[in-house]
């Protein structure tokens, strides 16, 4: 995937920092286009002593200097939490109404995660 390249140090700096770096020979940065081509790359912590888990990555997503998901899937959390908040609900509408309901939650660009 092609991320500007402000928007990747936005993210590098906001989540991960000096001490991670990508351990990926597939990884290339274009300077010149403003823009890198990011993929599911390993991210590994290279500080002293084991790194704290940085935002946006579960528990089960890393073990003491790893970051078991990939770098593409942490971008896409941190760029997701910074246009979209989730929001759990519970709604009760007559069975003929539900469609409805879900239209409009579309409509406000929202979806139904489950029913």
Request: charged fraction near 35%; avoid cysteine; glycine fraction near 8%.
């Amino acid at each position: 995937m092609k991320v500007p390249l402000k928007e990747f140090n936005d993210f590098w700096n906001e989540i991960l920092g000096d001490d991670w770096y990508i351990g990926d020979e597939d990884y290339d940065e274009d300077e010149h286009e403003g823009v890198v081509l990011i993929g599911e790359f390993i991210v590994a912590y290279q500080g002293k002593g084991n790194a704290e888990r940085p935002k946006h990555v579960n528990k089960s997503e890393m073990d003491t200097r790893v970051i078991t998901t990939g770098l593409l899937t942490l971008f896409e959390r941190w760029r997701k939490a910074k246009t979209h908040t989730d929001v759990v609900a519970y709604f009760s509408v007559p069975h003929e109404k539900l469609s409805e309901l879900k239209k409009e939650i579309g409509r406000l660009g929202g979806s139904v995660i489950s029913e």
